[in-house]
């Protein structure tokens, strides 16, 4: 079994040097292009907007309508 450090290098492209922007779009992208890789790659896209904005509430930076507000923009 991997350690941590082992799983976030190889998972979430982890490695000295590379921006916080390349890791997060290189992690939630993924590789290839078949139906389950898309499939996979807007499950890991939802995830992780889900847990941004549920931490973003947690620490008060968004308010629930702030939150309303953009949901409804995106589903508009």
Known sequence: MPTREEALAERTYKENGLNVEKRVFYTLHGEGKTPQREEAQNHRNSKAIALLFKMLLDKRLLTE?????ILLEVTG
């Open 65 to 69: 309508e702030q939150l309303d507000e």
